[in-house]
């Protein structure tokens, strides 16, 4: 089992920035990938970007690419999103995901999953 926690997440005025952490523990070792998935209210929960643990390969979703950052610090097993740029439109819970592979996490069937943690962007 993998357990995750993410945090940072909060209330920020379009424009600003917030950084998200994910904090793995548990069977780390058997995580391949690792990504970000976010729900707004009455829409479908989304891709927003995944990482490679080992290279560090990146995707991200077209509408957060030159806006969102996602890294990893293997050391202390947490992956990261770094914001900025926030718009209205990026009001959502954020929840992290790890898989065996980037294609289970991108298609959303990851098969661990966070809590998520709430990003709220005024106008």
């Known amino acids: 089992q993998v357990q995750l926690v993410e945090s940072g997440g909060g209330l920020v005025q379009a424009g600003g920035s917030l950084r998200l952490s994910c904090a793995a523990s548990?069977?780390?070792?058997?995580?391949?990938?690792m990504g970000w998935f976010r729900q707004a209210p009455g829409k479908e929960r989304e891709f927003v970007a995944t990482?490679?643990?080992?290279?560090?390969?990146?995707v991200y979703a077209d509408s957060v690419k030159g806006r969102f950052t996602i890294s990893r610090d293997k050391a202390n097993n947490t992956m990261y999103l770094q914001m900025d740029s926030l718009k209205p439109e990026d009001t959502a819970i954020y929840y992290c995901?790890?898989?065996?592979?980037?294609?289970?996490?991108?298609?959303?069937?990851?098969?661990?999953w966070g809590q998520g943690t709430q990003v709220t962007v005024a106008s």
């Open positions: 995901v790890a898989s065996p592979t980037t294609i289970t996490v991108v298609s959303g069937k990851g098969y661990y």
């Open positions: 548990g069977r780390t070792r058997f995580s391949y990938a």
């Open positions: 990482i490679i643990w080992s290279g560090g390969s990146t």
